[in-house]
């Protein structure tokens, strides 16, 4: 657990980092109406979550391939014989092109969703080209990124570098450099810079390379590979369908369109926060899974599963009773437009911390010979995020969509922890998560009891420093997980020897 613990501790200072960026963004410079309208930051998600979807179609199944099939490729040839990076380049290559040729005979049919609430995304309807094309190129580096065991340059590139970029276009406009037509063109350019990071340091190390020879591996495994990519890269594609079609849902049938959506995006960027560890821990994870696996060590991949669940439920927790003890200081300083939030961040925190709980159940049945389950569970994902979004949504606005998520993955995990229980006889949860939600509690209550302090800005502070210091005390006291006691240990006597302490 010691490359895990380290690579994901680095991972996640970065993406914490481009979190606070993020932060100034969307609750800070976006919600200022004298530059930009509730509709206008309703439409920078709506063009992201479109073409996150349509960028995994891109893929053509590329970017799973790569995390499975990596580690042979690695075993029996040289880095400078490897063909799996131009293959898999050329694969994606000709998605995106296939992407172009085909996107304009579906135009019509976005333009009768989205033209009577989000005349906007139907006004900027071409800009999903050069931000879909970019972050399908995205996904691919990123995962050879993470098969190298270089989930540093991910975190950078997504994190840091598209969200200072961001803040920069948002900075021009308020100077009077840019208007909004020119910042959002702009923006949908916005990942070249993140792909062009990655690529460069990759290539700089020689963990990515392009012969264009076909090897004896690929000759070998290539119908394998074609038929597992085709399977992970379908579940894949619905996954990320399901995450995204609230946005994509209440921008089309939510009364107040793109303003709901904009409204939407605070309360998930909140919410976001909780999955920072998932997404330092992913790319490391399903490196050592996939190693796992084909060297058969079934110990270690059941000693990564109950860790990495215990310490994604520490962390998460202890994120969202931050989240929702300052929620009501944020809506007050929002502003009144913004009250429903406070609900929509309690249920998608309670579905995150379910999908967090239950472990890196993704990354274990995509490594593993039944990675079949990956893509029938998506299908079943999408089908109840799609339908509890539609009816809800149309009722209740954006609070219908936090419920259809929180229903959606709460049957989505208990499914898969259910055949992850039967196929493997593996299960993640000891006394140890038991005591974790009841420190929780505790800590939650203590602090949602404390009285106002001074204004919203104090009052935000020090609820989130005494929630903080309370649970990361019991939670380091009772020594709940080895992973957090031995890295708060180390940091101590670093500490001392930094301040020459005996």
Known sequence: MGIIRKQSLQST?????????????????????????????????VLVDVS????????????????????????????????????????????CLLFVFLMPFFKGIIIRKYGERSPLFVQYFNLIYPLTISMAFLYLFEAY???????????????????????????????????FNQFINLYAFIYVAPVLFILYFL????????????????????????????????????????????????????????????????????????????????GIAYSILSQAWKDKDLKKVFNVYRKTALNLLIAGLGIMGVLVLITP??????????????????LLGFSKLIDLGTGINSQLLMTSKHWRIEFFTNIFLVIMAGVFNYLLVRQNGILGSAWATLISFTLYNLIRFLLIWRLFKMQPFSMKNFYVLLIGLICFLTGWFMPFVLNIYVDA????????????????????????????????GRMKRFFNIS
């Open 461 to 492: 502070i020090v609820k989130a420093i005494f929630f903080s210091v309370l649970y990361g005390i019991f939670i380091i006291r009772f020594r709940i997980s080895e992973d957090i006691n031995d890295f708060f240990e180390i940091s101590v």
């Open 13 to 45: 200072i970065f993406i914490y980092a481009g979190f606070a960026i993020g932060a100034l963004n969307v609750l800070v410079l976006f919600p200022n109406e004298k530059y930009f309208s509730l509709a206008e930051f309703g439409l920078t998600k």
């Open 52 to 95: 996150l979807l349509i960028a995994m179609l891109c893929t053509l199944g590329a970017y799973p391939a790569v995390i499975k099939f990596y580690p042979f490729y690695n075993s029996y040839l040289p880095k400078k014989e490897n063909d799996l990076p131009v293959w898999t380049f050329l694969t994606v290559l000709t998605g």
């Open 329 to 346: 200081d944020v809506i007050a300083f929002l502003g009144p437009k913004y009250e429903s939030m406070y609900y929509v961040v309690l």
């Open 203 to 282: 290539m700089k190390s020689g963990d990515l390379s392009f012969n264009f020879t076909l090897s004896s591996v690929t000759r070998r495994l290539r119908e394998r590979i074609w038929i597992f990519s085709l399977f992970i890269f379908s579940g894949q594609v619905l996954n990320i369908l399901a995450k995204t079609l609230d946005s994509i849902i209440i921008s089309s049938q939510s009364p107040g369109g793109l303003q709901d959506t904009g409204i939407f995006t605070i309360a998930t960027y909140f919410i976001a926060l909780m999955e920072v560890p998932l997404r330092g821990m992913t």
């Open 145 to 179: 990124a993470w098969i190298a065991k270089k989930t540093v340059l991910p975190a950078i590139a997504r994190e840091l570098i598209v969200r200072g970029l961001t803040t920069l276009l948002i900075l021009m406009v308020m100077a009077g450099l840019l208007n």
